[in-house]
């Protein structure tokens, strides 16, 4: 192997390199049986990521317009809460959180069915810290979903 090739094999990271050496990763959701595209799949990371934007924004108009009328900290903070309440209600009954119904996506127990009640809090919590939601696995599941037993799917 010469330099351009460990140097490009650095660049495209460890994924790229254990590819090339002939190790086959499969899809996204392969381990847990699901289907690589169509209803049913792992749900992208940019639906996902809109989704949050959106219930982020709810909560935020909710806290400013119905609880403390000013735009800050103190805001944000009820914001915060809402969100929590908003994941651990709607994830818990419905499977999906009004960002998640727009974006087509649903959150599913990895043995299949609905979330339990008591996961769904766990997820929302660990949501709510932000740092579980931003360590992946190669399924493309949060640390927030692994702990709770939880994937997201497009419905």
């Known amino acids: 192997m010469d330099n351009r090739q460990a140097l490009g094999s650095w660049l495209s990271g460890p994924r790229a390199a254990a590819e090339q ?13 699901l289907p690589e595209e169509g209803p049913g799949s792992i749900a992208r990371p940019g639906a996902r990521l809109g989704a949050l934007a959106v219930d982020w924004g709810l909560c935020s108009v909710i806290a400013y317009g119905l609880i403390t009328q000013s735009y800050g900290q103190t805001s944000q903070n009820w914001a915060l809460l809402i969100l929590f309440v908003m994941l651990a209600l709607t994830v818990g009954t419905v499977g999906a959180t009004p960002g998640k119904l727009l974006f087509r996506l649903r959150v ?46 497009r419905a």
Do not use: E, K, N
């Open 108 to 153: 599913v127990s990895v043995a299949g069915g609905r979330l339990s009640l008591p996961r769904a809090v766990l997820r929302a919590a660990l949501t709510c810290l932000a740092m579980p939601a931003l360590i992946w696995d190669r399924d493309g599941r949060g640390l927030h979903d692994r702990l709770s037993g939880a994937v997201q799917i």
């Open 21 to 33: 050496a002939g190790v086959d990763f499969g899809y996204r959701g392969q381990q847990l049986g």
